[in-house]
């Protein structure tokens, strides 16, 4: 009778607590809680697979030691002849003068010793080289671009506000997105996709931009865009400023970015907070630079180019750009996730429309509908009274099911409601077991009660038996499949644990309820 009394409260509590998880699943603003998430094949969606351009990261390492190479030989006071990038893999160095010659050598092995020597020529006063990663370091550095490349973009889709993304590396290169729920997938595609490389860098007055456009361009100087929009004609109009190529400033400094509004023309702008070392490099590129303009440059792209009035100490700028607040918000979301180690190419796109997901959605629960019917008019047929018993199981046993779903915040997919109709199937082998071995103890002649008792007994061993290596399987396949494969897995397991609480307790508990409290005489199975 205690252990009665206990198996009641037991359920009592599992029950109340799967209604409570999956009530607001159900009925929005019911009460704080958590429910059940659709996938992208039934709330639809989008689906992206990138590819990660890992050499243009082998490229942007090297062009970082060439800047290096001539900020420290300038730092040294060694000329160099010429100093350029080849094949975007190497780095072709030409010193002249012994007493250069000696100081660079020297600068090399003290500050660039990672960096190989692949060829090395010239007569004696000049000195030719050039300079590329190890094989090693450029296998690392590849490796470590995808990685990188995962975390960005998962940060940034965080930040966006996407339920339950499926984010994941698929071989070296590329990454696998699928974002349920998604509207415009263009916005999302230009959040997930952008570089995002923040540089500040001086504006070159000498010579107008115009001319520079036409070829005149200065060594060690670009040119670069910024696109306003015509308030009169709509159109976008390209201003070009000729700008050096060595970058002041990047983003790697930053630690935070955030949408304002300016308050004298009501415009939201970016503002940008960096680090303690950024911030002591912000305050001595402007106080070294007053008077002159500063390009704030995203990607190849200029947003603006302001005069520096004073120094500006405290680590804070502001990016401007005739932004509308969804621009600016995206913009200070890449901003704050980080850029991009390596550009990302789009190499396969879906999208999956609501509708689709709505039918997927119709389709299964009709076929949960129908499967569990037929469970439960074969169970009444064959087993009459005890027949009702499993059945009442059985509807349990799908609201637990939805319960975890919602409690662990799983996603429910259409492999997953393939799962769930599976499940209805196998919740009631385990009371088909223990029902065969009740009537094989009442055919010896056995009373109901010891016939229950036995037939419980009996058949748990076989039922955890059974019910273990299935769920071992649905593990295994939950730890190593990837989508649908992991969605079914979710609910084969959920599945499997309520169908062993339900026959072996909750089955279980009602047939002492008849028996012990309603003190029945006969047994209908």
């Not at 306003?228 to 970015?257: C, F, H, M, S, W």
């Not at 907070?273 to 500063?294: Q, S, Y």
């Not at 196998?426 to 029902?435: G, K, Q, Y």
């Not at 609480?501 to 002492?512: M, N, Q, W």
Request: hydrophobic residues 45%.
């Amino acid at each position: 009778m205690k252990n009665f009394s206990w198996q009641w409260v037991l359920i009592l509590a599992v029950v109340i607590a799967a209604m409570v998880y999956v009530a607001p699943t159900f009925k929005q603003g019911l009460w704080p809680g958590t429910q059940i998430n659709l996938g992208l094949d039934l709330q639809g969606g989008m689906h992206l697979v990138l590819e990660v351009d890992a050499d243009k990261a082998v490229e942007s390492t090297l062009e970082r030691y060439l800047q290096e190479i001539r900020s420290s030989s300038r730092r040294e006071r060694i000329r160099l002849a010429a100093v350029d990038m080849v094949d975007g893999s190497r780095i072709q160095i030409e010193v002249r003068g012994q007493a250069d010659i000696e100081a660079f050598e020297k600068l090399l092995d003290d500050e660039f010793a990672d960096l190989r020597i692949a060829d090395r020529s010239g007569g004696a006063d000049t000195l030719q080289m050039v300079l590329d990663l190890p094989d090693e370091e450029v296998a690392h550095i590849k490796k470590l671009a995808t990685g990188q490349a995962l975390e960005t973009i998962r940060n940034r889709i965080d930040q966006f506000g996407v339920s339950e993304p499926d984010i994941r590396r698929q071989g070296e290169r590329r990454i696998l997105i699928q974002l349920p729920g998604i509207s415009d997938t263009e916005r999302a595609k230009e959040l997930i996709g952008r570089t995002a490389l923040l540089e500040f860098k001086l504006v070159d007055e000498t010579i107008d931009p115009q001319e520079a456009e036409k070829g005149k361009v200065p060594p060690g100087t670009e040119v670069l865009y910024e696109t306003r929009q015509d308030p009169a004609t709509n159109r976008e109009i390209k201003i070009p400023y000729l700008v050096e190529e060595r970058t002041r400033l990047t983003g790697a400094y930053l630690t935070d970015a955030r949408v304002q509004i300016d308050s004298q023309y009501n415009e939201p702008y970016v503002s940008i907070t960096f680090d303690n070392k950024g911030a002591r490099l912000f305050e001595r590129i402007t106080e070294e630079n007053v008077k002159e303009r500063l390009a704030i440059v995203l990607d190849d792209n200029i947003y603006s180019a302001p005069v520096i009035q004073e120094k500006i100490s405290g680590g804070e700028a502001r990016i401007t750009g005739n932004f509308t607040t969804e621009e600016a918000r995206d913009l200070a979301i890449v901003l704050r996730a980080g850029a991009l180690p390596a550009p990302v190419e789009i190499i396969e796109e879906r999208t999956v429309g609501p509708s689709l997901g709505t039918d997927s959605i119709r389709k299964g629960l009709l076929s949960m509908i129908v499967g569990g019917i037929l469970v439960v008019l074969f169970m009444v047929f064959y087993y009459r009274g005890a027949g009702l018993i499993a059945d009442t199981a059985l509807m349990l046993n799908i609201v637990l099911i939805a319960g975890g779903l919602a409690g662990f915040g799983a996603t429910l997919t259409l492999p997953g409601i393939a799962g769930i109709i599976l499940t209805i199937g196998m919740a009631v082998d385990a009371n088909v077991l223990i029902f065969e071995r009740i009537r094989e103890e009442m055919r010896l002649g056995k009373t109901p009660r010891a016939a229950v008792e036995a037939g419980f007994s009996r058949a748990t061993l076989t039922i955890l038996d059974a019910n273990v290596t299935t769920l071992i399987a649905a593990l295994v396949l939950f730890q190593f499949g990837t989508g649908p494969v992991k969605g079914f897995a979710v609910t084969l397991s959920l599945g499997v644990i309520s169908s062993l609480f339900t026959a072996l307790i909750l089955s279980r508990a009602i047939f002492d309820y008849l028996l012990l409290k309603r003190k029945v005489k006969s047994l209908s199975i």
